[in-house]
T-cell receptor, first 111, second 115 residues
Framework: LAKTTQPISMDSYEGQEVNITCSHN???????ITWYQQFPSQGPRFIIQ???TKVTNEVASLFIPADRKSSTLSLPRVSLSDTAVYYC????????????FGKGTKLSVKP | DTGVSQDPRHKITKRGQNVTFRCDPI?????LYWYRQTLGQGPEFLTY????????KSRLLSDRFSAERPKGSFSTLEIQRTEQGDSAMYLC?????????????FGPGTRLTVT
């Protein structure tokens, strides 16, 4: 499974757009890129998944360049409730599917 | 609520005792996963089931740990002879499988404290 690298922490203010970048230089052809969000004392929550270019849902956008060696999770107009840890994962959906989490990026949104 | 549920939410036990946790996945999901999470770390994979078959176990799952999913619905995770190092949050997740395997839905977790 491809190893991912993301910042340990980020700070932002309410109403700003937040972009969290994840590096995955060894991504394989069949790998998907998936992002999860986790609040304290809760299980992770699936945010978004993509393979290439751009994916958007009601929560976030995911930008993946052509070489797929990195990806950027974009959260528009964050609020205090977006304070959480965000995990970037890379792997193959068709295999066993066990997720390999790193330490994630702790996002702190300030008023 | 049709999400993943786990019981109990908290468990305090003494070292050497056995504990059992239960997970009820989303009913139409055929894949079920167990993870363990310690403070400041991301969840670590323990084991997973496709229907009632246990298809993979992590090296983290010592012989004191056993998991079952007898009818392909709910699952149990048992830890025998608990040790203080077993203190962690135990998370269960379910997935529809196939192309959506990485879209996993997690329960609230069971926090285990071994004293």
């Amino acid at each position: 499974l491809a190893k991912t690298t993301q910042p340990i922490s980020m700070d932002s203010y309410e109403g700003q757009e937040v972009n969290i970048t994840c590096s995955h230089n060894n991504i394989a052809t069949n790998d998907y890129i998936t992002w999860y969000q986790q609040f304290p004392s809760q299980g992770p929550r699936f945010i978004i998944q993509g393979y290439k270019t751009k994916v958007t849902n009601e929560v976030a956008s995911l930008f993946i360049p052509a070489d797929r060696k990195s990806s950027t999770l974009s959260l528009p107009r964050v609020s205090l409730s977006d304070t959480a840890v965000y995990y970037c994962l890379v792997g193959t959906g068709g295999s066993q599917g066990n997720l390999i989490f790193g330490k994630g990026t702790k996002l702190s949104v300030k008023p | 609520d049709t999400g993943v549920s786990q019981d109990p939410r908290h468990k305090i036990t003494k070292r050497g005792q056995n504990v059992t946790f239960r997970c009820d996945p989303i009913s139409e999901h055929n894949r079920l996963y167990w993870y363990r999470q310690t403070l400041g770390q991301g969840p670590e994979f323990l084991t997973y089931f496709q229907n009632e078959a246990q298809l993979e176990k992590s090296r983290l799952l010592s012989d004191r740990f056993s998991a079952e999913r007898p009818k392909g619905s709910f699952s149990t995770l048992e830890i025998q002879r608990t040790e203080q190092g077993d203190s962690a949050m135990y998370l269960c997740a379910s997935s529809p499988g196939g192309a959506r395997t990485y879209e996993q839905y997690f329960g609230p977790g069971t926090r285990l404290t071994v004293t």
